[in-house]
């Protein structure tokens, strides 16, 4: 049986962020208390990326972290402030895909791979509780990516 569904009692998690300075900048957005994946947020204070599309439901932009070995790195942020899949109008389904289709096109993506994220950040290893998806197209021509493939984490790692 799953676990029951948890509402988070925070909108950020420190603990799920991969750089020094991405923790920092977590810092800052939670002494504002605001979501920083909430539209008002992506488009006039916490998005340190330009906004490369907005459909009815979604914004997409490039992830100012991106993992390593990545030739894009993209995050489409939901348009309204949901934490899980339950929160998302139905619709949005295919206005994602049909999004994802004009970054397949506009980007010419030889492949790579489409995640979501949504729910408890010891689940999903989110840093920002909001629903959001990732569209990673990995760099195999990166001397070190043989060694070192891209890795979507899910799930935290307790120390």
């Given at each position: ?59 997409l932009s490039k992830n100012h972290w991106p993992y390593a070995h990545t030739q894009l790195h993209l995050i489409a942020f939901y348009k309204e402030h949901a934490e899980n899949l339950v929160d998302l109008d139905p619709r949005a389904g295919q206005d994602l895909f049909e999004l994802m289709q004009w ?57």
């Amino acid at each position: 049986m799953l676990d029951k569904k948890i509402k988070p009692k925070k909108l950020l998690d420190l603990e799920n962020a991969r750089h020094d300075d991405q923790r920092e900048y977590m810092r800052e957005i939670m002494a504002d208390g605001v979501c920083p994946f909430c539209p008002e947020q992506i488009k006039h204070k916490y998005n340190k990326e330009p906004i490369i599309k907005e459909t009815k439901y979604w914004i997409l932009s490039k992830n100012h972290w991106p993992y390593a070995h990545t030739q894009l790195h993209l995050i489409a942020f939901y348009k309204e402030h949901a934490e899980n899949l339950v929160d998302l109008d139905p619709r949005a389904g295919q206005d994602l895909f049909e999004l994802m289709q004009w970054v397949d096109k506009q980007y010419d993506l030889p492949g790579g791979a489409i995640a979501m994220r949504f729910g408890d950040t010891d689940y999903s290893a989110s840093s920002v509780v909001h629903v959001h998806v990732h569209i990673i197209v990995p760099n195999v021509k990166d001397p070190n990516y043989l060694d070192q493939p891209v890795r979507f984490k899910i799930g935290k790692t307790h120390k």
